[in-house]
C-alpha cells in the first residue's frame, strides 16, 4: 500500500482569466472577469494519491485538515477513489490561488496561504494514527510543505518511521523540511526548487551542480535523487550514475502545469513500484508530467497519451 | 456488489485511551455520528456514538421512562458530561460492535444497518482491520 503524507493540503482554486488587469498598471481597471474556474483538492501528496488513484493504485491520503476547506479536500479524494485517514485540526486548511492568463499559461501566478498552525497535541494524534498506518505500507510519500506549528525536523522522523517499518520512502519538499529529511536516508527525493534551488546547503542552480550536489547527497545514503534542471527536462542521481531525461515539449504550450511536477513523481513510483526498472519510471514519470501540463485539467492521467508520449521522452545516461 | 465497491474509503477512528472530549471534537470536526475504536494494528474493537456519550450523561434509570420532563435543565447533563469528559472512550464504547468485510455483499451490509439501526457499519480486511465504512447514505447513493 502506498501512503501520502501531505501536512499542509489545500483547495487549489484555479481561474482562468483573458487578461488580468493590474490596476497599478492600467490605473482604472480593477475587475478581472474569469473566463472559467475550477476547484479541487491540492498539496503535493493529495496530487500524487489522485494520480495514483486515477491509475487504479490503492492509496491512502494523509495529513492535516480543518474547517469547511478541510472538507472539500476529503471529500474531493474519495470521490477519486483514494482512501483518506486524516487528522482533524482547529484551524482552517488553505486555499491557493492560481491564475492562468490567456496565452502565458506557462507562467501561472501562484498565492499560497500558510496554513492553519497545528498544535502539538494534533501532530501527536498524527504520529499515532501514522504508527498504525505503516504496517500496511510499503511506500511512504512525504510531500509539501509544512504548516505552522509543526517541527521542522517533521519530515526526518516519519522517513525514520517508515523505514523502520520496511516501507521506502519519498521526499518532495523544499529547504529545512528536505534537508533534515535527508538524514533519514530516503529512497527518493524530489527537491521542490520553485522557491530556492538548494538542497541542504548545496546549491542547485546549474547541471554541474546539481550533479555534484546528487552525488553527495547519494553518498550519504538516499537512493535515487530526482531534480527539475529546466521545465521540460530533469537529471536523476544514483550509486549506478546519472541520468539526463528531456522531453521535447515547448513550454509556451503548456496550458497548466500546477501539479505536473506531483505527476511526474507519482508516475515515477508507480513504475517502481509494480517492478520497473529506473529508467522506464523516470520515462513513464517525464510522460505523464508533460501530458499533465499540456492538459487544462490539473492532474492528466489519460494512459493512453503518456503511453504515446513516452516515446519522445530521451534519456541519457551521463 | 460487494461492500467494497459502495463504501466510504475514510480510515478516521481513534484508540481506546482517547478522551471523551478530544473524541467530541472530532466527531464535531470531522463531522461523524460515530467512531470505530482500534488497537495499535487498527483492528476494530469497538464502536462509539454520540447516542453512547449521551446516554452515559443521563441517569441510569432513564430507559424506564417515558419522558424526560424529571430532569430540571440541561446543567446536570452538561455537569455529567464535563465529570465524563477527561474518560477515555474505552468505557463507554460498544465492544459487541457488528463488522462487516470488504467482501461481503452489499445486501448484507445494508440489512445489518437496517436491523440494528444503525448509521455507519465499519468494514474490515481480512486481518479485522478497519478498511472503510458502509454509510446509509452510501447504500442510498448506490441504489439511486
Redesign the interface.
Known sequence: MIITVTPNPAVDKIYWVDQLKMARETQDEFLTRARRSDTSAGGKGVNMSIFLSRLGVENVAMGFVGGHVGHVVVRDLRDEGVTTNFVWVNGETRTNVIVLEHGHEYVPIMINEPGPAISTEEVARFLRRYKRMLNRATWVILAGSLPPGVDGDMYRVLASMAREAGARVVISAERDALARGLLAAPYIIKPDIRVTPVVDNHPIGTRSEIIDAGKKIVADGTGIVIVSHEVTGDIAITADGVWEIHAPAKTTEFKNFVGADDVLLAGIVHMLNKGERLEDALRFGMAAGMISAESEAKICSDIDRIEKHMETISINKL | MKVRDIM??????C?KDVSIR?LI??LD???VPNMPI?D???KVIGFISEKDIIRACLPGYFDMLHTASFIPDMNQISKKLEQISNDPVSKYMQKDMVVVSEDDDDLQAAEIIIRKNIKNLPVVDKYG?L??QVKRIDLLRHLV
Open positions: 466510504t474509503k475514510d480510515l478516521t477512528s484508540e478530544e471534537f472530532i470536526s470531522a463531522g482500534v495499535e494494528e487498527d482491520r478498511v472503510g
